[in-house]
C-alpha cells in the first residue's frame, strides 16, 4: 500500500542556504501535517493544510513558509537557514480532520553547516 | 507539567516478556496516537483510539477516557520491538491540528 512519501530524505545546506521540502500524502488523503523534530526532542508541530487551505500553524519560524498543491502534495521552503533547523522534518497526512488515522513519513533530515 | 506524560522513560526486558507503557495526559482530547520511532528516525502510526481497546499482532492499546490514561502492550517482546514508543493526543476542536506528544518510551528487549 502507498505511504507518505516525503524527499529529499537527506539534505545538507550552508547556513543562509534555501531548503525545500516535499511530502506526497496517501492518496485520497486531503491532510497533511508539518512538524519538525530537533536531536533528542519531541517533535513540534509546524504547519497543516486541510483542502489546499492552512487549516492550523504552530511554531512556525517567519522564514519558513508552506502550501498544499492541487495534486494535495505539500511543500515546506525554508530560506536564510541557521544551524538550529538542523532536525528531522515529519510529514503526516490524514483523510479529514480530527477524526481520520495519521500516518507518517520516514521524515526528511536536514543538516544545516 | 507536561500535559501528555509518559512512563516509564526507559524500558529493557528480556524477549518474551510482557511490556506494558503508560500515558496519562491532562486535557481534552479527540483522539490518542501511539506511534513508533526507530533509530533511523522514522515514525509508524500504530493505533489512534478514542475509547475501548485496539488489537493488532502482539500489540495492544487501551484508553480510559474518564482517567486520560492509557497504555500500550507487547506481548511476546522482541528484539525488534526496540524502538521509542510515542503517545500522542489531537485536541477536540477542529482549527487546531496540533499534535501534543509525550516524551517517549525507550524500549529495549534484549534476546
Known amino acids: 500500500a502507498a505511504g507518505v512519501i516525503q524527499s529529499p530524505r537527506h539534505l545538507i545546506k550552508e547556513k543562509r542556504e534555501t531548503a525545500t521540502l516535499k511530502c506526497y500524502p496517501i492518496p485520497r488523503h486531503d491532510t497533511v501535517y508539518w512538524y519538525q523534530q530537533g536531536p533528542g526532542q519531541d517533535p513540534q508541530f509546524l504547519i497543516s493544510f486541510y483542502e489546499k487551505m492552512q487549516s492550523d500553524k504552530g511554531s512556525i519560524p517567519d522564514r519558513f513558509s508552506a502550501q498544499q498543491f492541487s495534486d494535495y502534495h505539500s511543500e515546506l521552503n525554508m530560506s536564510s537557514l541557521e544551524l538550529g533547523d538542523s532536525a528531522l522534518y515529519f510529514c503526516?497526512?490524514?483523510?479529514?480532520?480530527?477524526?481520520?488515522?495519521?500516518?507518517f513519513g520516514e521524515g526528511s533530515r536536514l543538516t544545516v553547516l | 507539567k507536561n500535559e501528555v506524560e509518559q512512563s516509564p522513560q526507559n524500558l529493557t526486558a528480556q524477549e518474551g516478556e510482557f511490556i506494558t507503557i503508560n500515558c496519562s495526559y491532562s486535557v481534552g482530547i479527540s483522539a490518542l496516537h501511539w506511534l513508533q520511532q526507530h533509530p533511523g528516525g522514522g515514525i509508524v502510526s500504530l493505533f489512534m483510539l478514542s475509547s475501548g481497546k485496539k488489537k493488532h499482532g502482539r500489540l495492544i492499546a487501551t484508553i480510559n477516557i474518564q482517567e486520560k490514561h492509557s497504555s500500550l502492550h507487547i506481548t511476546a517482546s522482541h528484539p525488534r520491538d526496540s524502538a521509542v514508543y510515542i503517545c500522542?493526543?489531537?485536541?477536540?476542536?477542529?482549527?487546531?491540528?496540533?499534535?501534543?506528544f509525550g516524551t517517549g518510551t525507550r524500549l529495549t528487549i534484549i534476546p
Open positions: 500522542a493526543v489531537r485536541p477536540p476542536n477542529f482549527g487546531n491540528e496540533k499534535l501534543t
Open positions: 503526516a497526512s490524514s483523510r479529514g480532520q480530527l477524526t481520520g488515522e495519521l500516518f
